[in-house]
């Protein structure tokens, strides 16, 4: 497809196990980022990638927080032992480079629900 | 003290009218200057992009910033009920990663 993929679109799951979110970008964009919106809220930088690096992370709440880009495409952000407050859209956008500006184009998004 | 203060809404207006949405920032040091539609269950699209104080427009929609006093606007004329939505703003440093700082969101709807 032509924008932004994100899989599963939903993911409900317990407190405490492990979840896997998956972005796929837009072909041939170098820079990949992560956000977290929360109910009502804008959406919260959590980590951004340029090609195969986590350029800055500076945005995961905690070490139970975790994102790979292994081939520089592809980006899973995984989330271990999830709690309630975990809860809310996680959202990844992708632009082709990261000189002066550059538009990043968002996906629609993970529903994330951790009951 | 949030980086990004925007009033949550929702704003209800009717068909025609002309819509004014604003954000407040606290921080000098951002340089560009941002306005995302997001419809529900959708991620944010892009409207207006600008990095001078001024105005600029594009069709229906004025996006206008003053560094000065830290403000921004955003202006749609004639606004259309296809118009409701969330409409985020956004800034984002020169020298950073190019992550984006969002307000929290204004809901708007335009009332056939």
């Known amino acids: 497809g032509a924008g932004v993929s994100q899989t599963p679109s939903n993911k409900v799951t317990e407190k405490g196990k492990y979840v896997e979110l998956r972005c796929d970008p837009i072909?041939?964009?170098?820079?990949l980022y992560w956000y977290r919106q929360s109910l009502g809220q804008g959406p919260e930088f959590l980590i951004y990638?340029?090609?195969?690096?986590?350029?800055?992370d500076s945005g995961l709440p905690n070490d139970r927080f975790f994102a790979v880009r292994p081939e520089g495409s592809v980006s899973t952000l995984k989330i271990q032992r999830t709690e309630r407050g975990d809860s809310a859209v996680y959202l990844c956008?992708?632009?082709?480079?990261?000189?002066?500006?550059?538009?990043?184009?968002f996906g629609p998004g993970t529903r994330l629900t951790v009951l | 003290q949030k980086e990004v203060e925007q009033d949550p809404g929702p704003l209800s207006v009717p068909e025609g009218a002309i819509v004014s949405l604003n954000c407040t920032y606290s921080?000098?040091?951002?340089?560009?200057f941002m306005w995302y539609r997001q419809y529900s269950r959708k991620g944010p699209e892009l409207l207006m992009y600008t990095y001078s104080s001024g105005n600029k427009e594009d069709g229906r929609f004025t996006a206008q910033v003053d560094k000065s006093s830290k403000y921004i606007s955003l202006f749609i004329r004639d606004s259309q009920p296809s118009d409701s939505a969330t409409y985020l703003c956004a800034v984002r440093r020169r020298d950073s990663s190019y992550k984006l700082i969002f307000g929290s969101g204004t809901r708007l709807l335009v009332r056939p």
């Open positions: 921080n000098s040091a951002f340089q560009y």
């Open positions: 072909s041939g964009h170098t820079a």
């Open positions: 990638f340029q090609g195969t690096g986590a350029a800055d």
């Open positions: 956008a992708s632009s082709s480079a990261p000189d002066s500006y550059n538009e990043q184009f």
